[in-house]
């Protein structure tokens, strides 16, 4: 398994993780880790409600969900060989969860298919 860059806490907020999360990105926030060119690697992450939505079957959680506090992103990453104007390609080989969440990722596109 590659190594695990960035980890989450799911029972923290957003912005109690360490380092902590962001929703937008801006040149200001300084990158959390680095990598080399062409390496793998794994980074964890919270749900885009930044943790609002529980495993409780209440409908509840969406109808109030604070949309002032969403779009939680781990990163920045820093490729010290890259250059601003420099387009890096980014390959997603699977998409994974951990089951003590109760709850599954929102399945989405790729080339080979629906990653869940």
């Not at 990105?25 to 990158?31: C, E, G, L, N, V």
């Not at 690697?41 to 604070?66: C, L, M, P």
Request: with cysteine.
């Amino acid at each position: 398994m590659p190594k695990k860059l960035i980890s989450v806490d799911v029972k923290k907020a957003p912005w109690e993780q360490s380092p902590p999360l962001h929703n937008r990105w801006h040149p200001d926030i300084p990158a959390v880790a680095t990598v080399a060119e062409g390496e793998v690697f794994r980074v964890e992450t919270v749900d885009w409600t930044g943790g609002q939505i529980k495993n409780d079957d209440s409908a509840d959680d969406v109808k109030h969900v604070d949309l002032t506090q969403v779009h939680y992103l781990s990163g920045p990453i820093a490729v010290p060989t890259a250059e601003p104007g420099d387009l890096l390609k980014v390959t997603l080989p699977n998409s994974a969860q951990d089951a003590s969440l109760g709850r599954s990722p929102a399945p989405f596109q790729s080339p080979r298919g629906p990653c869940v």
